[in-house]
């Protein structure tokens, strides 16, 4: 076991209040998620057997260790108990997926989310107890899906495989008006629970007589059918 030295979960308690999350496999999937989460100011400890993929994603981590993802003792004595969330972006080899994955929770991580790259393997992860399963390449194409055949969808997340929540930008028939007059609860069942206006100041539930301008965002949630019908009517066809 190598990588950057003086790694062992255990650094100052006092210091150990950020979110600590470990990404286990630094292939393309972990390695996005792990940059972006200590972008975001989060304590991340990244490991791969691979000394190459280590040391190039050692300066984007808190640190970076060489170890093997089915290796117990080693990762019991990377203190990976402590830590908030453990994230198992192995793919290819399924086996050595559900494994650490098993590990993991052994270990007693607070919650584990594990990349699964076929139905079955996805079914194995949540059969053993992983917290959320995540497919990559599906979840992105559906989000691209409705990002591509809906205009003024920016962002848009599946919260269940009913629930939706989605970034709307305001369109010229609904600029000026207040949150009463749109009405996108009584008319639609959709919810407007944000809104980002053009100065970047973000309004969370915003109350009845907001306006809505140019450019604003609205984050609205609800079934997929409430959003797209709400979509439908503020778009000019």
């Known amino acids: 076991m190598s990588g950057n030295a003086g790694w062992n979960g255990k650094e100052g308690k006092s210091e150990m209040r950020k979110n600590q999350f470990v990404v286990i496999g630094l292939g393309r999937f972990g390695a996005s998620l792990a940059r972006e989460l200590h972008q975001l100011g989060l304590e991340v400890l990244g490991i791969d057997r691979d000394e190459e993929r280590?040391?190039?994603?050692?300066?984007?981590?808190?640190?970076?260790?060489?170890?093997?993802?089915?290796?117990?003792?080693?990762?019991?004595?990377?203190?990976?108990?402590?830590?908030?969330?453990?994230?198992?972006?192995?793919?290819?080899?399924?086996?050595?997926?559900?494994?650490?994955?098993?590990?993991?929770?052994?270990?007693?991580?607070?919650?584990?989310?594990?990349?699964?790259?076929?139905?079955?393997?996805?079914?194995?992860?949540d059969k053993i107890g992983v917290d959320r399963v995540v497919f990559p390449e599906r979840d992105m194409g559906i989000r691209v899906a409705h990002q591509l055949g809906t205009p003024n969808l920016l962002d848009y997340i599946e919260l269940s495989q009913e629930y939706t929540i989605a970034e709307l930008a305001a369109t010229p028939q609904i600029a000026g008006q207040a949150l009463r007059e749109i009405n996108p609860r009584a008319r639609f069942g959709a919810s407007v629970v944000a809104l980002f206006n053009r100065t970047g100041r973000v309004i969370i539930a915003p109350e009845a007589d907001a306006i809505v301008e140019a450019e604003d965002v609205l984050v609205v949630i609800g079934t997929n059918g409430q959003i797209e019908s709400f979509e439908e009517a503020i778009t000019d066809k």
């Open 54 to 125: 280590v040391a190039e994603m050692s300066p984007y981590l808190t640190h970076a260790v060489v170890a093997d993802a089915i290796d117990e003792g080693a990762l019991r004595s990377l203190g990976l108990r402590n830590f908030d969330c453990g994230v198992v972006g192995i793919g290819s080899d399924v086996q050595t997926s559900i494994m650490t994955a098993i590990l993991l929770k052994d270990i007693g991580v607070k919650t584990v989310v594990a990349k699964a790259v076929s139905k079955i393997h996805g079914k194995v992860l």
